[in-house]
């Protein structure tokens, strides 16, 4: 992987609920159910789509170096 940043990101609530687009955005994210974790680039359009759905998502900078789990 190259050396850019990464976004971990983790569902914390369930999307039981929510608005449509709310749905639609963690599923673009890459979630699936509560606890799931991705790894996504630290990107413009990604920070947009975790503002959009901050109470349902939890996220941390990490670095592209790292070591990043299948």
Do not use: C, W, Y
Not at 3 to 13: G, M, S, Y
Not at 15 to 36: P, Y
Not at 44 to 69: N, Q, T, W, Y
Request: net charge positive; no cysteine.
């Amino acid at each position: 992987m190259s050396a850019e940043n990464l976004l971990r990101i983790t569902q914390t609530r369930s999307v039981i609920g929510r608005t449509a687009d709310q749905r639609a955005t963690v599923r673009s994210l890459g979630l699936r159910r509560i606890r799931h974790t991705v790894h996504q680039p630290d990107r413009p359009e990604i920070r947009g789509m975790l503002r959009k759905v901050p109470h349902l998502v939890e996220f941390e900078v990490v670095s592209g170096a790292e070591e990043v789990d299948a």
